[in-house]
Structure formats: C-alpha cells, structure tokens
C-alpha cells in the first residue's frame, strides 16, 4: 500500500469550512443560506468521491499541515475507513438541509442563520475527524464537533433546551478532558508518536517493546481512550444522548445519524484498529471485555427503548444499541466481526436518520410525539410510514435492508471467535428491535384512530421533508442489495 502526498485532502476541508462563514453572510435571506448548504454538501461529497479510485486501488492520501513537535502534527489522510465517514457526512448533509427547510419553516423557529452556521460546522468537524491521520489531530476535530453542536441542543432556548445541552456539554466535554486528552498524553510518552500506522490494522503505534516492558500502561491508555470517546455512547456514559432530544428533529438526525455518534464511533474504530491494532488488542486481552461491555449496552438500551412512549426518546435508546454493534465488531477483531463493525457505520447511518427524517414530518404533519396516539396516522401518512417502516427493518436486521448485511457479518464473526454470549447478545437485540419497532408500524396502519383524535385531519409534511426521508430509505434498501458500495472500501482498509 502507497502513501501519496497531496493536497488534495484538504479541499474537502475547505470546503465546509467556509460554508459557516457563506451562511453568516446570506443571514436572513433564506434561499441563500439554504442554497450555500446545499452546494456545499454536494461539493463536498463530490470531493470525497474523488478519491475513491485510488483508495479501492490500494493507496492512501496524505498531508501534513502544521508540525507541531516531533511525532505530533496537524494531518490529513484518505484511507477506506476515512472515506466511508468522509463521504456520508456531507452526503447526508444535503438531504438534511433539504428536510431543514421544511421542517424550520413550517414551525416558523427562530435563530435559523445560527441553526444552520452551527449545523455546518458540525460536519466540518466530522469531516475533520474522518480524515484525521493522527490522534491529535482527531482530538482537535472530535472537539470542534462537541462545543459546536452545544447551541443546537439549546436551540429552543427554554428550561429544558438548556438542562439538555448542559448535560451533554458536561458529559462529551467532561469525559474528553479527563480521560481522552490523558490517553494522548501517554500515547505519546509510551510511543514517542501520535502517527496512525495507516493500511495496518494489525500493528498499532506502540511497538512491541513498549508493549513488553509496559503492558499495563498500555491497557490504562486504551481504557482511558474508550472512556473519553463518549460520543460513541457505550454505558455508563450514553445519558447524554437521551437528553439531547430536546433538540430540533433535524439536529436529533445530526446528533444520531450524521456527525456526533458517527464520530464517537469511527474514533472508536479508529483508535482500535489503527491506534492499537488487532494484535495488541488480543495480546493484551482488551478485545473481549470491550465487546462485552457492548452487548451488555445494546440488550440493556434495547429493554429500556421498549419502555419509551415518546418517538424519539425510543429513536434516541435505539441509536444507544446501535452503536454498540460497530464497537462489537471492531473490537472482537475476526475479520468477519470487524467488517460487520465497519459497514454498520454506514448502514445505520442512512436508516437512521430516515427514523429522525420520520419522525420529524410525524410531529411538523400531526404534532404528535406519542406513540400510543399515532393509532390510523400511517393511512394518512403512507409514504413517512412507508420509509419508516422500511429503516425500521433495518435496525432489526431484516434482508433486503442494510442492516441485515451488518448482523450477518456480526454473527458470523461471533460465530467464528466461538464467542456464544456475543452471539445470544446480538440474537435477542434483534428480538428487542423488533419488539419496539413493529409497533410503531403496526398502529400508524392496522388500528383505526382514537375516538376524539384529528388523524382524519393529517397530511403529509411538506414535500422538503418527505422526499428526503423517502430517498434515504431507499437508499438503506440498496445498501442491503449491493452491499459491495461500502464493503470495498472497507476490505481495501484492512486487506480482507
């Protein structure tokens, strides 16, 4: 595998970058700021998609922007992963500025400039993290994510808009202080770098004489580094999730599908795969108890999902589960488990945000967040529910959809790790899944409406916001047909 030196990495960058400062100039004028959202999130996919001939090749993209001190810079790489994450953030940005304008201007919300500067610069910084080359470098962009998506938790303005963000502020700024800044710091003393060995997953940046003469700081390092990356919601710290839906729709599709999980999750691979590398982990026994500490998050948020009433407090204990199956994966380290890992980065970010997507048009169409009254609302709703229904079977992990694709390769590489408490895990998620799902479904079209209620009286949510949630749907679909879109880049990142 060849490393190129090229700029070229960093266009991406620029680009989101200067699309805040495009939406700050447009101010009130609404077509504007839309149109520079628009055009920034195509472009910008665009440029990521630039690269894929030479990654499925086998080559890497990188630059060094800033030498700080020797073995810490500011640089930029384009590898399989990154490409995954590098793309789906600004292509997803797109369909969300388009559900953004029906969903801010049917509610008529307020501050919508500094909604969509904020909204921006979050996928600058998901931009930043998936090509990150370096921990430092994560570390800068990881940050950019949590202190920018704080005013989109508070967006309302109200008591319980600012007890969520200072929740989540609290949670995603405290623990990266504690224990993430720490575990660069001694990644750095023990190894003397904070370079990602790109194109080897199974060699880490500490050597083997690190890992001999210090296996327990080693371990200390990687705990405090699983700990820090609480964007990626493994229990105890997921609380902050929750909480943040008191946050516009869209911003709860940011939160769950686009950037701040996603982020938490990718670093996470990241820091596994390329940071400490398979063979570490299974040298210095971290991969099992990270993977039980994974299952022991999904089957835990999945019980407590079934309990929510309210939509998107069930979405939000459902992306907590999610996640955890990209940690599973990843951490298990079989080649198989690591795959599934890798594509539910992709998969569940598409099904997912059509949920919120769902969601969203639900309440704009109906103002409804109660589940228990949504009785007969998918005969009025037919294609919000269609598309729901459909990413619905892909969090439960039926073929055709995406989802199915992930668990397959996560069983499978359970299976062949002889891991059977793993494999139990991931069966009775998908029992739980569709125990919290199928009812939405079953309600909205097999019960007639509620004596009193208005579903006679609902319709569809602006076009702005169905087509993309109808676009999203279809696209989990076609991941689960030809789930080779992503898979490629992924066996092109670890030599599958």
């Known amino acids: 595998m060849s490393v190129i030196e090229s700029c070229n990495v960093l266009w991406p960058l620029l680009v989101t970058l200067l699309a805040p400062f495009g939406i700050l100039l447009a101010g009130s004028r609404q077509n504007v700021r839309e149109g520079v959202s628009l055009a920034a ?15 499925l090749g086998g080559h890497i993209y990188r630059y060094e922007l800033f030498h700080i ?6 640089a930029f790489a384009v590898d399989g992963l990154g490409f995954i994450f590098a793309f789906i953030a600004p292509f997803l940005w797109v369909f969300a500025t388009s559900y953004n304008i029906g969903y801010m201007r049917s509610l008529k919300e307020h501050a919508q400039t500094r909604y969509y500067f904020c909204f921006a610069i979050a996928i600058f910084g998901a931009v930043g993290v998936a090509l990150a080359a370096n921990v430092f ?50 990644t750095y003393v023990l190894a003397g770098t904070l370079e990602f060995p ?3 997953i199974q060699n880490g940046i500490f050597s083997a004489d690190v890992i001999a003469a210090h296996p327990n700081l080693v371990r200390l390092t990687y705990v405090l580094f699983i700990a820090g990356l609480a964007k990626a919601a493994l229990m105890p710290f997921h609380n902050w999730l929750p909480s943040a839906m008191v946050a516009p729709t869209p911003v709860s599709a940011l939160l769950h ?15 596994i795969l390329s940071g400490f590398g398979t063979e570490t982990m299974t040298s210095l026994g971290l991969s099992l108890p990270t993977a039980y500490l994974a299952a022991f998050t999904i089957v835990v948020a999945s019980l407590i999902a079934l309990t929510k ?10 992306t907590v589960s999610q996640l955890s199956y990209v940690v599973i994966g990843v951490a298990l380290a079989a080649p198989a488990a690591v795959q599934g890992g890798l594509l539910h980065i992709g998969h569940h970010a598409f099904s997912k945000i059509t949920l919120f997507f769902g969601a969203g048009a639900i309440y704009v169409a109906s103002h409804l967040k109660s589940i228990k009254m949504m009785n007969g609302l998918g005969r009025k709703m037919p294609w919000t529910f269609g598309a729901f229904g459909l990413a619905s079977l892909s969090m439960i992990g039926m073929p055709p959809v995406c989802g199915f694709v992930s668990k397959w390769y996560l069983v499978n590489g359970a299976v062949d790790q002889g891991q059977m408490v793993l494999l139990i895990a991931l069966l009775c998620s998908t ?7 199928v009812p939405i479904f079953y309600r909205a079209f097999f019960l007639p409406p509620d004596p009193g209620s208005r579903v006679e009286e609902v319709r569809e949510a602006p076009l702005t916001m169905v087509v993309p949630l109808v676009f999203t749907s279809f696209v989990s679909v076609a991941l689960g047909l030809y789930p080779e879109l992503f ?9 599958f």
């Open 69 to 74: 001190l020797p073995g810490v810079t500011v």
């Open 198 to 200: 790109l194109g080897d």
């Open 41 to 55: 999130g195509a472009l910008t996919a665009a440029l990521v998609l630039s690269f894929a001939p030479a990654v």
């Open 487 to 495: 898979h490629a880049f992924i066996k092109a990142f670890g030599h």
């Open 431 to 437: 029992l739980l899944n569709a125990g919290y799902f």
């Open 137 to 186: 470098t994560l570390y800068l962009f990881y940050e950019i994510i949590s202190v920018f998506t704080y005013p989109l938790v508070a967006h309302h303005q109200d008591e319980e808009g600012f007890y969520g963000a200072k929740k989540y502020l609290v949670y995603l700024m405290g623990t990266s202080k504690l224990f993430l800044l720490p575990a660069m710091v001694m």
């Open 257 to 271: 599908a686009v950037a701040v999980v996603k982020a938490g999750v990718f670093s996470v691979s990241r820091i």
């Open 309 to 318: 009433d309210d939509i998107k407090a069930r979405l939000a204990y459902s």
